[in-house]
């Protein structure tokens, strides 16, 4: 599968997985804000693209691998998408 066709699926379906999360479990937006919150302190004052912000909401959902993978994909170092990724379903 070539690169621009992975990239379009994985941001296509955190886009389908954002909406799903955004209906089902709004009131847990403050869980997302401290994903994001900690990708953006590694962009050292940079705010999160949508795709890092749509990755934090599919660690929302409970997919905490899918989460590591979408901010990794983001470029985001492994040692800070983890525990972004952890904190989001809490």
Not at 5 to 24: E, K, M, N, Y
Not at 59 to 69: K, P, R, T, Y
Not at 71 to 78: A, N, P, R, Y
Request: charged share 10%; aromatic share 2%.
């Amino acid at each position: 599968m070539r690169t621009s066709i992975h990239i379009a699926s994985v941001l296509t379906g955190l886009t389908l997985a954002l909406g799903g999360v955004a209906f089902t479990a709004p009131a847990a937006h403050a869980d997302v804000t401290a994903c994001i919150n900690q990708v953006e302190r590694e962009l050292q004052g940079g705010e999160a693209p949508v795709s890092i912000q749509m990755a934090c909401y599919v660690g929302l959902g409970g997919g905490h691998d899918e989460c590591v993978s979408g901010l990794t994909v983001g470029g985001v170092t492994d040692g800070t998408a983890v525990p972004a990724c952890r904190v989001a379903p809490k």
